[in-house]
């Protein structure tokens, strides 16, 4: 199984539109939501291709919710940590008479230790993912944190609250990725 870390996630909506101008009301011809962040496409992908994936990630409120379930009607595994503040929404504006889109990228929660929800499973940020790298071999981290702790800062630093960031080897190697399943 793949595991892809999910940084960032969003809730993805696309907006058709006959034409677009600032200023002026619209009503979308069709509407398309689905889960986003760069992870979460990795995941779409690669289940699409036959691939066994699991996404993980930070992910909070009702859009984080949402995400959840429809990962679950796609098939996809899925073992987030919640953190405190609402998953973020990402609106994409699609001009079908000139082909332009027009892209709204809200930041994402905060993801710092005081906004991760704590459950009995889950102690600190490391543990669920270092689980998860020692369970699957295969691995992919996209994405970006909103609101993480810098390395730069001397008082809140990863290393203060158990972190151990180092550059992690990424594999897109599987026999299900080279036709051998």
Aim: proline share 7%; charged share 20%; glycine share 12%.
């Amino acid at each position: 199984m793949i595991t892809v870390i999910t940084l960032n996630p969003a809730v993805d909506v696309t907006y058709f539109l006959p034409g677009f101008s600032t200023g002026g009301i619209h009503r979308p011809r069709k509407v398309f939501r689905e889960p986003g962040g760069k992870g979460n496409n990795v995941a779409k992908v690669l289940n699409q291709l036959g691939a066994p994936v699991r996404t993980t990630g930070f992910i909070g409120g009702t859009n984080g919710a949402w995400i959840r379930r429809k990962l679950d009607t796609l098939g996809i595994a899925h073992h987030f940590i919640h953190v405190a503040g609402e998953t973020r929404m990402c609106l994409n504006i699609v001009d079908e008479s000139t082909g332009r889109q027009t892209e709204l990228l809200e930041p994402g929660p905060a993801v710092n230790p005081a906004s991760i929800k704590r459950n009995p499973r889950q102690v600190g940020v490391r543990k669920p993912f270092v689980h998860l790298f020692r369970k699957f071999a295969s691995w992919s981290i996209s994405g970006h944190l909103s609101g993480v702790y810098s390395h730069r800062s001397k008082s809140r630093s990863p290393s203060d609250v158990g972190y151990r960031w180092r550059t992690p080897e990424i594999r897109a190697e599987s026999p299900t990725l080279r036709g051998q399943t």
